[in-house]
Nanobody
Framework: QVQLVESGGGLVEPGGSLTLSCVASGRTFTDYAMAWFRQAPGKEREFVGRISRRSLMTTYADSVKGRFTISRDNAKNTVYLQMNSLQFEETGIYYC??????????????????WGQGTQVTVST
């Protein structure tokens, strides 16, 4: 099965920016719709955004719309999450997820079958 590995997390000041990357193994990356989720301390994992297989459609949670951008480079088997104007409450573990079911996945976690290990993002002064 496909393996997903996130990177790019770290410490960032409030109002700052950070870009996360997720690299997928295998030869069929274009079969996968990809998404980002995050989990803040003491809270449930929540949907951040998703991107379709050919980058024709992106969807974002209302809380990040206008500040976050998902993109992908299929030649590099990589999906990105560009985050701007980060806030304290957005501290958490950010996860990359994939779906190859052949239908547009929803915002639900169980629509995704492949998950990375997560990367920590800390927004702090």
């Amino acid at each position: 099965q496909v393996q997903l590995v996130e990177s790019g997390g770290g410490l960032v000041e409030p109002g700052g920016s950070l870009t996360l990357s997720c690299v997928a193994s295998g030869r069929t990356f274009t079969d996968y719709a990809m998404a980002w989720f995050r989990q803040a301390p003491g809270k449930e994992r929540e949907f951040v955004g998703r991107i379709s297989r050919r980058s024709l459609m992106t969807t974002y949670a209302d809380s990040v719309k206008g500040r976050f951008t998902i993109s992908r480079d299929n030649a590099k088997n990589t999906v990105y999450l560009q985050m701007n104007s980060l806030q304290f409450e957005e501290t958490g573990i950010y996860y990359c997820a994939g779906s190859d079911r052949g239908v547009v996945p929803s915002r639900r976690q169980d629509d995704y079958d492949y998950w990375g290990q997560g990367t920590q993002v800390t927004v702090s002064t």
